[in-house]
């Protein structure tokens, strides 16, 4: 039963410190999606990859985020210096090019204090 | 620009009752519409998906969903609800000319009384 794996789980950091969350797709999916769930806000589409490539992160505060594919089977989103208002759930989802669907990983619960 | 528009953010129905989420949509262009669920703690699944075939789908765990273009609108039911139902539903359109990125409704949460 292939699934989209994250980690860590949980994680709970102090404000300013570095955080990484780590994402593995599918193995044949080359579309990957970084999205945050808030109550606020809903969820919001960070960025996302086809072919490790980014096509879109603009939903991706700059200054402190980012995304990248070091290769197929990794993607990884860093916060670097975090803030409390980064708190929330991160999902990493991946899918096939015009497949449609996307296939969710469990999420990442992020805490700053 | 495509949006979601998820009437009623909490729904409660009784166990056996039918079960009515509603979703509007705004496109400039024919829309692929989805139904996505999450359950507590976990990840979001597709339950449907409409992609300008017939205009009634049929999902996972007995739900559908009825395209109305005239409507805009892409609203999700169940005959009879199940205590397992109880969930978070989000409705949701995809945008571009490859219709990789999704736009993701706010949500209703259904909770299902015994």
């Known amino acids: 039963d292939a699934r989209v794996t994250q980690t860590p789980r949980h994680k709970v950091t102090e404000m300013g410190q570095e955080v990484t969350m780590r994402c593995q797709p599918i193995?044949?999916?080359?579309?990957v999606f970084w999205y945050r769930q808030t109550m606020m806000q809903g969820l919001e589409l960070l960025a996302y990859f086809r072919n490790r490539a980014p096509l879109d992160d603009s939903g991706m505060p700059k200054d402190r985020f980012s995304a990248e594919m070091p290769d197929a089977t990794l993607a990884t989103l860093k916060i670097q210096p975090s803030e409390p208002r980064d708190s929330a759930v991160y999902f990493c989802?991946?899918?096939?090019?015009?497949?449609?669907?996307?296939?969710f990983g469990p999420g990442t619960r992020l805490t700053v204090t | 620009a495509q949006s979601v528009t998820q009437l009623g953010s909490h729904v409660s129905v009784s166990e056996g009752a039918l079960v009515l989420l509603r979703c509007n949509y705004s496109?400039?262009?024919?829309?692929?519409l989805f139904w996505y669920v999450q359950y507590p703690n976990q990840g979001l699944q597709l339950l449907l998906k409409?992609?300008?075939?017939?205009?009634l789908v049929k999902g996972i765990n007995g739900f559908e969903a009825e395209f109305k273009k005239s409507e805009t609108s892409f609203h999700l039911t169940k005959p009879s609800a199940h205590m397992s139902d109880a969930a978070e539903y989000f409705c949701?359109?995809?945008?571009?000319?490859?219709?990789?990125?999704?736009?993701f409704g706010p949500g209703t949460s259904l909770s299902v009384i015994p």
């Open positions: 193995l044949g999916h080359n579309t």
């Open positions: 409409y992609t300008s075939a017939a205009t």
């Open positions: 949701a359109v995809s945008v571009g000319t490859s219709y990789d990125k999704v736009i």
């Open positions: 989802a991946s899918g096939l090019p015009q497949g449609l669907e996307q296939y």
């Open positions: 496109s400039s262009v024919p829309p692929y």
